[in-house]
Each structure stands twice: as structure tokens, then as C-alpha cells.
């Protein structure tokens, strides 16, 4: 009786506040707690964007429903981004806009596939598209990403993989949870796998203006029919560091784009409107913001690398965007264990690899992006001295 | 090759734009176009809130995540709402905020239900409750409401429809699209129902605040186990007048708040985070500007009510919040016909009762609330002539 739907009770709580749970244990005995658990952004947005934030907020013209795909002046202006960026021709009507990336990988999701069918995740993968796809009744079908290939997946692999019942292959990239980046040439054969078998490619490219190669990711979007198998999503969050406001964007052809109104009409009707408004009068004037803030990671990334190469027994076996997967050295100790004990012993509050579908155990997922270099040389330190607490504890 | 979700392709596309392309045909002979088809507030929102908007969005410490069931102080403000409407003991611990009503109800309804289960859906329906539920391969099981009943609901009819598919029963009151109010004793009966079948049942109050009753619109939330088989759905967005702004709520017990949590970290991790704070701390101070809005609402549906009883052949079927279900008198059109003409030749903009499921054709539905008692008045006075030039044209 009052029973909720099965398929839900099977999926796990939302992990982040367990998390912080461990961290809460914490007595500060070696200083103020890292946080590098939550791949959110570490300042607040450039000054002219909250200028904007709050002139449309506090505009009464714009408190009524907008378009259900988004305001014509922010799919316009992203589409004008995209299309610098990727050398392509996408136009705003190939945009939707939607409350954060989380929604549009959900309504994107469930525009392509339905309970019995399966997509492909390469594993580890970001809770939130597992969660995703089991509460819909969707298989969530692993393709092991390793440590001896930098996490990449491997297209051939996943062909193996694939079967009547596979609807999608989802690539993220720079990856969450590993900081894995994908290089062009793997993004497009798994882009000549999907067509081969008829079947989407959705790529998730949240962290994306965080890479450090200039230029563009991958060369999908010049295909002219490249809306018949891709689906681009991408999150304003981070890079304009605004996840409080939830707005983020699908790029689709027409024809999906279709499916996805309907999904984002029954979801949220439309994206929280002012928002959208004050990004897209801002966009055009942020570009010198978002390579400051991108240099400021790339530098994070930087110092978090060189800090780890000098703690024994440690080693970042990806690293990129906002993450790095660090492989930690006790043999005899979970990844969950290695987690909890050094955020309420050390103060440095990271998400274990299991947590992200990992089964081996071995690893770690520290977002570095929130924390000054200072912070992360300092959190390499205290692992240092950890691993002789955890050796000597057995 | 290539295809979308075909749970999916079933459903139809979003109506309101239908609609919208009927008026574009409309010249304005007969006066400015009278739009009658959306349950969208008409009013800018008060503006001490749209002070406390602009401040908070401008706040860059309100820029970050928030929690995913909401701010803790617009969970506690609506909370105490809710338990003085009510005289119940509702804590923000039994509130989820969310992106809208919209939301609220496809988070509450993937939380109880999946594909192969079904749901009671009172028809004529709210379109998206269909859309919904179908996209989700939950079937959307009618239960018949009738123009001789008032379009309220029968408990026994819905008892004999209940098998061991049915998940929850969804009752929307004050309806749209119909405009009826339930009385408190059916909303009791039902709840009994759910009860005794051990399903669920949820209550959509959108449309809660425009009642002409005072005093709380049902006695469930005074039941000590209320929150193991009622789920409260609610939508700031009609009350304050900010739809663009994206902000509803579910009221539920631990329990099913535990899934509903799961389900919203998907969707979208948290609803905007500075208009729910710019509300939590504008909510105490607008209850005047609230009871102002619905004496309004309440003066514009006796305004049309009066209209239309001078309009031979029209009828109100039902009338209330902010709906009104009109009997047209032709018995030869379809309800889409007579709404296309309507529109496009007298400039009156609403929605026929077919796209609400209801299949008889004879019904409209007018959203009153959006537009002055002189508006609704010509509204009215245009229906009378058009009668003659549909009747004469055959």
C-alpha cells in the first residue's frame, strides 16, 4: 500500500549530502576544510552579469511565461557561440534553452528512449544521468572507460555493446567524473559508430570551455547532417558561475527538437525567464571573463598536478575541466572508506569513484576547480601524512 | 534510424502556440484581439516583490547551488501558509520547491508511478497532466466528469475504475480546464478511496488562492497520517503573479519526499535559488496584495458570468478560479471549429474542450482572470453576433 514507483526506491539518494555528512565529523585539526567535492563553480559571476541578473528580475514585463524552448535573444546568442566555436552553421532555432544541464540531459533522455530501452554509459559516469536513466526505467549499459587508457572509451568496445534494444551512446567530455578529455578523433568515431547503427550521440559538454586546447572539441556540428544522430548539451553554470539561476541549453536538429518541446512543456514550461534575458545581453560582453576564469582553472589544474606528483603513493590518473580521478594506494581500504576518513580526520571532502559506478575501488574524484591553488597544494599535504595514519590504522 | 522515443511521437505538440497561429489570422474588425486562452496571470507582480527580486538575483551569493528540496526559508514561510490555511501542522521538512507546477506534478507523478502503471485523471484534463503521464508510459486512465454534475467527479465511478494497475487518483481543484470546485466533502470522499485501495492521491491547488470560499478548501491535512497517501501540488506562479520566475511546490511526507528528492536532483538539482529567497522574504508582507488580486479575479468571473447569461445559446457549465467551461450552441461545429472562428474572425482567443480531453465538442475553455470585466464584456457581446454569421455560413 502507498507505495512509491519500484523503480525509484531501487535508485540511490542524491550522494552530495552524504558527503557533507562525513565532512561535518570533521575538528578542523589541520585547518579549514577543502571542499572538493561539488564541481560548482569557486567565485561569484563577473560583476556586469549580476548587474544584468537584477535589472530583469526586477522587471515586471519579463515575470510572465516565456517560450517553452527558450527566449529567441539567448538561443540566438548561444547559437551564435556555437557556430564560432565549432566552425558551424547553428542557428537559435537548433537551441533550446533549460533549467540547468541536469534537465537537459533528462528531457533529452526521455525525447530518445523509454522504460526496456538501454543506453550506453561509459563508465564511471555522473551519477545524475545513471539516476536518470534507471528512475525512467531506461538500462543504464556500462562502457568501461580504465586508468591504462586515460579513461577514454574505447568506440570498439562499445559497437560490441550495442544491440536492438541500445537507443543512445552518451559521451561526456571534458568527463565527469574523471577529467578525462576526449580527443576529437575517439568523439568522432563514436559518431561513425551511432550512425552506422542508427542510433544518437548525446554529448554532454558541460565542462567544455575548461579544456586546455583552444579550438574545437570535436568537428561533428560541420556535417550538415549532423542533427539527425547528435545531441550537444552544455551548462551556463559553470562557466558563467550562475548554477543558482539553473539555466543551461541543448543543441538538436528540428526534428528532436520537436520531442524535446514537448518533454520541456510538461517539465518546467520554460526556463526561469530573466535569467535568460540578462545572459543573452551579456554574453556578448563576457568573452574576456570566461578566458580569465578559464586560465585561473587551467592553472588550478596546474598546481593540482605538481602538488600530486609529489605525494607517494598517489597519482592522478586523468585530470582535466574540473577534475581529477586520483588513484589512491591502500590496498586493503575502499574508495568510500579512504573518502569518509579523510574528510573527517584530514578535512579534504572529495566523492569516492564508486560513487560514479566505479567498482574497482581505487579512486577518487576531486573537483580542484572550486579551490585556489593554494587550497589544493595544501590538500596534497595532508594526504602525505594521511596515507601513514591509514597504513599504521591497518 | 534515428527515431525519437515512440511513447513520445504519440503525444501532440504543445496547444497553446495552435492556438496563438489562429489569432494571427484575426484583421481586428471587430476591436483589439481579446486573449482568453492561457491561465496566465494578467497583472505584473506586486512590487515590494519585484524589489526583492532584483536584489536577489543581483546577489551573488544567492548565485550558487542551493539545496535540491529548496530554500529552508521558502520552505518554512510557505509551510506556515500552508498550516494556517489549513489549521494542519505542515513543517518546511514537508515541503519541495520546484520550477513550477508543471514540475511539481511530473517529479510527484515519476516519484509514485512507471511505465505500464495508470492514473486517474478526471476528464477533461489539464493537457500536460495527459502529456505527461503518457510520455512516462503511465496510462491516463478518465474518469468522466460531466456538465450535469457540475464537471465534478463521481468517487464511486471512480472506484469501479481502480484495479491493481492504478497508482493514484489526481484531482485538480479549482479545475482547469473547467472551473469547478469541489466541494470539500467529495475531495474527503476520494481521499477515503485512496485509502481504502491503497494509492495515492494527488491534489493540484494551482488554482487555490481564486476560490470565492474563505477557510481551507479541504479537511486532509488535518489527518495526523496525511502525508502517507495525499501529495499537494501548488504554484506560486498564479498567486504572485511571476510564471517567468519558475516557482511551485509539493507538500508530501518524508517518505515519498525522500523519491521526490531523487527525482528533482535529476531534473534540475534546485529551483532558481534567488526568487526563492526574494519570495520567502517578500511572502509575509503580501497577503493584502494577495486578497486585492483575488477580490479582483473574483470580480472579473461574476463580470463574464453576468455576460454570458445575456448570450442566447451560450452557457457556463461550470465557472471558477480562473476558468470558465462554455457550452457553444452549435450542433453541427466541432469545439476546435468554433474556437479557430472565433478567433480568427471576432478576436476572441480560447481553447476548445477537446484538447482537454473532453470529446463531446461542446464545450470552450475561457481563462476569465487574465483580462478586465470590460474586456470580458465585449468578449461576450462578440459571441452574440457571431452566433448568427456561424449559423447562417452552415
Not at 1 to 8: K, T, V
Not at 285 to 291: K, T
Not at 349 to 354: A, D, M, R, V, Y
Amino acid at each position: 500500500m502507498f507505495q512509491a514507483n519500484p523503480l525509484l526506491r531501487r535508485v540511490s539518494a542524491p550522494p552530495i549530502p552524504r558527503a557533507v555528512a562525513w565532512a561535518g565529523a570533521y575538528a578542523g585539526d589541520h585547518g579549514d576544510l577543502i571542499d572538493l567535492s561539488q564541481g560548482a563553480p569557486g567565485c561569484p559571476p563577473a560583476p556586469l552579469l549580476l548587474e544584468r541578473l537584477a535589472e530583469t528580475a526586477g522587471d515586471g514585463r519579463l515575470a510572465g511565461y516565456g517560450p517553452i524552448l527558450g527566449e529567441a535573444s539567448l538561443r540566438d546568442a548561444y547559437a551564435a557561440h556555437v557556430s564560432q566555436l565549432y566552425g558551424a552553421a547553428i542557428a537559435g532555432g537548433d537551441v533550446a534553452i533549460t533549467a540547468g544541464c541536469n534537465e537537459a540531459f533528462f528531457v533529452t533522455v526521455l525525447a530518445l528512449a523509454g522504460a526496456g530501452d538501454a543506453v550506453l554509459l561509459p563508465a564511471p559516469w555522473y551519477f545524475n544521468h545513471e539516476m536518470t536513466l534507471s528512475m525512467l526505467g531506461i538500462e543504464a549499459r556500462p562502457l568501461p572507460s580504465r586508468a591504462e587508457t586515460g579513461f577514454v572509451p574505447d568506440p570498439d568496445e562499445a559497437e560490441v555493446l550495442i544491440d536492438e534494444r541500445v537507443r543512445a551512446v552518451v559521451l561526456v567530455t571534458p568527463n565527469n567524473p574523471t577529467g578525462a578529455v576526449y580527443p576529437a578523433h575517439v568523439v568522432a568515431r563514436f559518431a561513425a559508430l551511432c550512425a552506422r547503427r542508427g542510433i544518437w550521440l548525446i554529448l554532454d559538454e558541460t565542462y567544455r570551455d575548461f579544456r586546455a586546447e583552444d579550438g574545437p572539441p570535436h568537428a561533428l556540428l560541420e556535417a550538415p547532417d549532423w542533427g539527425e544522430r547528435v545531441v550537444q548539451l552544455y551548462s551556463f553554470s559553470k562557466t558563467y558561475a550562475v548554477p543558482g539561476h539553473r539555466l543551461g541549453a541543448i543543441v538538436a536538429g528540428r526534428g528532436l527538437m520537436c520531442e524535446i518541446a514537448k518533454v520541456l512543456d510538461c517539465v518546467q514550461i520554460c526556463a526561469p525567464r530573466p535569467a535568460q534575458a540578462a545572459l543573452a545581453a551579456a554574453l556578448p560582453e563576457l568573452s574576456d571573463w570566461r578566458e580569465t576564469e578559464r586560465r585561473k582553472i587551467l592553472s588550478r589544474a596546474e598546481a593540482f598536478r605538481t602538488a600530486i606528483e609529489a605525494v607517494e603513493g598517489w597519482r592522478a590518473d586523468a585530470l582535466g575541466g574540473y577534475f581529477a580521478f586520483l588513484r589512491h594506494p591502500f590496498d586493503v581500504r575502499t574508495d568510500a572508506d579512504v573518502a569518509e576518513k579523510l574528510a573527517a580526520e584530514r578535512g579534504v571532502l572529495c566523492l569516492p569513484g564508486s560513487w560514479f559506478g566505479q567498482e574497482e575501488g581505487r579512486h577518487l574524484r576531486i573537483a580542484f576547480a572550486n579551490a585556489p591553488a593554494a587550497a589544493l597544494t595544501e590538500a596534497a599535504s595532508r594526504l602525505n601524512t594521511f596515507g601513514e595514519t591509514l597504513h599504521a590504522a591497518g
